[in-house]
């Protein structure tokens, strides 16, 4: 089991920046791959950026050039930085964790990915 949990999600207007923290338990943090995804009210779950154990990062189109993923495997910690915040960026945020041999390109499937937090509410105001 890898307990994550989400923090640094809130109401924000548009323009503004927001950093998402995903703190997790465990020795093995820097074998994982790590994501997040997002999911708004009667829509599915989307993925939005991806982080091997490496180093390596892959993004949703629709966050390209806003959205910053990072890790510190020192800390047990996954972040998101996002910049420009939208309107359309609101939704619950989730981190997720993986350790399947997987491509890189994979890291956008949600059923790759093995454990998940709860999730934390970003809301953006026009």
């Known amino acids: 089991q890898v307990p994550l949990v989400e923090s640094g999600g809130g109401l924000v207007q548009a323009g503004a920046s927001l950093r998402l923290s995903c703190a997790a338990s465990g020795r093995t943090f820097s074998t994982y791959y790590m994501g997040w995804f997002r999911q708004a009210p009667g829509k599915e779950r989307d993925f939005v950026a991806a982080i091997s154990w490496s180093g390596i990062t892959y993004y949703a189109d629709s966050v390209k050039g806003r959205f910053t993923i990072s890790r510190d495997n020192a800390k047990n910690t996954m972040y998101l930085q996002m910049n420009s915040l939208k309107p359309e960026d609101t939704a619950v945020y989730y981190c997720?964790?993986?350790?399947?041999?997987?491509?890189?390109?994979?890291?956008?499937?949600?059923?790759?990915?093995?454990?998940w937090g709860q999730g934390t509410q970003v809301t953006v105001s026009s």
């Open positions: 997720a964790a993986g350790r399947r041999p997987i491509a890189v390109a994979t890291m956008s499937d949600p059923s790759k990915y093995e454990y």
